[in-house]
């Protein structure tokens, strides 16, 4: 059983930056992908980037060039450094995982609780 815990939201200015933490704890196998979603007001719950294991990444068009995705394999922990915000940004921001074992067919994936991100003008 894995828990997510994330951290770092908060409200910041247009232009401004926050970095978005999220710890996998718990009785662990190994945390596969690790990926932060967003749901906006009104809006659906999106992908904003994942990484694997191995360090690729993959991120949604409105964030390439501004937000970087990064992980502590050693920690289980995935990072988000947002940079250049928008206010269109402004979402509450879920932390995912997946786990695997060596071996196996055996799978499960966990969601965080999510922490609120507000851009203002």
């Known amino acids: 059983q894995v828990h997510l815990m994330a951290s770092g939201g908060g409200l910041v200015q247009a232009g401004g930056s926050l970095r978005l933490s999220c710890a996998a704890s718990?009785?662990?196998?190994?945390?596969?992908?690790m990926a932060w979603y967003r749901q906006g007001p009104g809006k659906q719950r999106d992908l904003v980037a994942a990484i694997t294991r191995g360090g690729t990444t993959n991120y949604a068009d409105s964030v390439k060039g501004r937000f970087a995705i990064s992980r502590d394999n050693a920690k289980n922990t995935v990072y988000l450094q947002m940079n250049s915000l928008k206010p269109e940004d402004t979402a509450v921001y879920y932390c995912y995982a997946d786990e695997i074992k060596e071996g196996s067919s055996w799978w499960a994936d966990y969601w965080g609780d999510g922490t609120l991100v507000t851009v203002s003008s």
């Open positions: 718990g009785s662990i196998f190994t945390i596969n992908s």
